[in-house]
């Protein structure tokens, strides 16, 4: 910065101090040369050598005179040299000034800019948070979709494996629709290669749209072209879908209305200790009871041949054969050999599973889904695996007939959603105790309605009075209504089995479904019944007590009368005239009436024991159902209608 030039006085500046002015010139002459002709000075008279000396005097004057001009002179310049230093030092600080001014306005805009910097820093990290944010969510529904479509290939997959076995095990029965099929699998094949065509040509107009803006009216005009084309297949895709209901139900009708599925259950750990006490001693029997003591393996196996009865299967191909031979020993002491044959629609060996049986009885559960009525029954002697059939365990794999069925008709109805079905579900639980129907999904104690029967000539559909029909969303909700039913079951303990169900149990699941597209409607219903076990009263024990004699009686009465029905059924099939069917004998015949008349697919599951102190009932069970396999009831009609389209 310049400094005004009144702050540098003279006195101090370098040049300045080496000039004598004349003030101190005349400070250091004697004062004799000072005094003026007004003093008067007494001196000695002038000599010549006073005169001589004053003359050196005034050249002494003269030369200071001089000097002091020449210092004046200098003094001169030094002022203008020093004028022209401060004029520079001025114009040094003004562009000092500038350059600050300048420099300070580039602090500002700096400063400002370093704030806008830091702002637009802020808003990068908050947009940075909210990108992460968001790709964590994108990964997380991307990784819930991938669980999804991983679901849904498993059960993809498992649908195809089914079907594969179905096509293997019905090959011999459909050879008479093998053309049909063909024909249809071609056409759909034909169809899906259309799609497929359509679509790659769609996709090529887009391309071409894309690139070739000028064309773009032609291109709609093919394009739309195109969607109508995928318009047509779709409908055709449609017909197909109703023809191949069609080919299903003939399937299902050559396989007959009435078909009767007959499985042995495994042989377990308490058939043999029951076994071994007939045979054993009881201390062997109470240790092995109490956990104190177990047979070795060999000795485990040879008591599990003596429980056994001998049953064979010669049919591994079709598995539809059961032989049964005993060995007796007559009053004469000789051997005594009887063999019996019996064949069903499909014989279950004891180490068949829970998702074997039922791959035999989707199809039927798919049936409901097509307007038909379908109903299941289980039938058997107590404690040779009737509820375990029909209702199962608690894991996935021991899940029974019913809620398979259940998740069947939803997965269908699921699949039928893309080609415009839509339907509505509902369920009812009826136990019939004593020939008394009490609602397992009610609420209080039972008896307290009275509940009656009532059948609908023209549709066909089996209705009681005063239960509690219950809307069906998911298999889950199903599984909780079982859980409900089964703790409101009447049960009880006899000799034949520990906890032996005491009543019928019917669960009716229906189905309504319509579609918008093609303006059709069906409605179906499925009936899964699982029977009291049938039991002498002497095998059983209730003899001895009054409320069991009851019931036994009450049951015993109750499939006394499906068999009358059966055979009635029989005699009509045969031709014997328009005999009288006892439909009303029991509460049980009478709620089957529309699954035993005709109006029904109907399949009986024979539950079998594999004990040998089981076998005399066993033999009435297999001769029961053999009775029930070769009774016609007619064709089964399907519940549909047609509405103009939306």
């Known amino acids: 910065m310049v400094t005004s030039t009144s702050s540098y006085p003279h006195a101090t500046s370098p040049v300045l101090s080496r000039i004598t002015t004349p003030a101190r010139i005349l400070r250091a002459t004697p004062a004799s040369y000072l005094d003026g002709p007004s003093r008067r000075v007494s001196h000695p008279p002038l000599d010549l050598s006073r005169t001589t000396t004053t003359a050196a005097t ?160 032609d291109l709609a005009l093919q394009l739309e072209r195109t969607l109508r084309r995928c318009e047509e297949l779709e409908r055709e895709a449609r017909e197909g879908e109703t023809v191949r209901r069609k080919l299903h139900n003939m399937v299902q009708e050559l396989k007959g209305n009435i078909r009767v599925f007959c499985r042995v259950r495994p042989v377990l750990r308490s058939d043999i200790i029951s076994n071994a006490a007939l045979v054993a001693s009881t201390s062997l029997v109470e240790e092995i009871t109490d956990g104190t003591a177990s047979p070795d393996p060999e000795q485990e196996a040879k008591m599990r041949e003596e429980a056994m009865a001998q049953l064979a299967y010669p049919d591994r191909l079709d598995r539809k054969e059961i032989v049964v031979c005993s060995s007796s020993e007559s009053a004469t002491g000789q051997e005594r050999k009887g063999e019996w044959q019996f064949t069903f629609d499909k014989v279950f060996e004891p180490h068949s599973t829970q998702s074997e049986v039922f791959e035999e009885i989707s199809q039927l559960a798919q049936s409901c889904t097509d307007g038909y009525n379908v109903c299941v029954f289980a039938y058997g002697q107590t404690g040779s695996g009737k509820s375990f059939t029909m209702e199962g365990g608690q894991t996935e794999a021991t899940a029974g007939m019913i809620p398979r069925a259940v998740e069947q008709v939803f997965r269908v109805a699921d699949e039928l959603k893309t080609k415009g079905w839509q339907y509505k579900m509902e369920g009812q639980f009826l136990e019939i105790y004593n020939e008394t129907i009490n609602d397992l999904l009610g609420k209080g104690e039972f008896d307290k309605k009275k509940h009656e029967i009532k059948h609908e000539a023209k549709t066909g559909r089996t209705t009681v009075t005063d239960v509690n029909v219950v809307p069906l969303s998911s298999p889950t909700q199903v599984r909780t209504l079982l859980q409900l039913a089964q703790g409101r079951r009447t049960v009880a303990a006899t000799l034949m089995n520990e906890r032996s169900s005491r009543s019928h149990s019917v669960f009716t699941l229906r189905i309504r479904g319509e579609n918008a597209l093609t303006g059709e409607s069906c409605e179906g219903s499925l009936n899964l019944v699982d029977l009291a076990g049938s039991e002498r009263l002497e095998k059983s024990g209730a003899a001895s007590d009054k409320d069991r004699l009851k019931e036994t009686q009450s049951i015993n009465k109750s499939l006394s009368a499906l068999g009358d029905v059966i055979a009635a059924l029989g005699e009509k099939g045969e031709g014997k005239g328009d005999k009288h069917i006892p439909y009303r004998n029991s509460k049980l015949t009478y709620l089957l009436q529309n699954s035993l008349s005709g109006n029904s697919k109907t399949l009986m599951f024979l539950n079998l024991s594999p004990l040998a102190t089981h076998l005399n009932e066993s033999l009435c069970s297999l001769r029961f159902a053999t009775k029930v396999n070769n009774t016609s009831i007619g064709t089964a009609k399907k519940q549909t209608a047609k509405h103009a389209p939306s």
């Open 58 to 217: 005034d050249d002494r004057f003269q030369s200071l005179q001089e000097q002091i001009s020449n210092i004046e002179t200098a003094r001169a310049a030094d002022a203008a040299r020093l004028d022209s230093e401060l004029a520079q030092e001025r114009a040094k600080r003004s562009d000092l000034q500038a350059s600050h001014e300048a420099l300070s306005r580039e602090l500002t805009a700096a400063k400002s800019q370093e704030l806008a910097q830091r702002k637009e820093l802020f808003l990068a990290s908050d947009e940075l948070s909210a990108v992460r944010q968001r790709h964590e969510r994108e990964v997380s529904e991307l990784q819930a979709d991938l669980r999804k479509k991983d679901r849904e290939l498993r059960e993809l997959n498992e649908d195809l494996r089914m079907y594969q076995g179905d096509l293997e095990r019905e090959r011999e029965t459909v050879k008479g629709l093998k053309a049909t099929i063909a024909q249809q699998a071609t056409a759909q094949l034909s169809l899906t290669a259309q799609i497929t065509a359509m679509q790659a040509e769609k996709t090529a107009f887009q391309a071409e749209y894309d690139r070739t803006a000028g064309s773009r009216a």
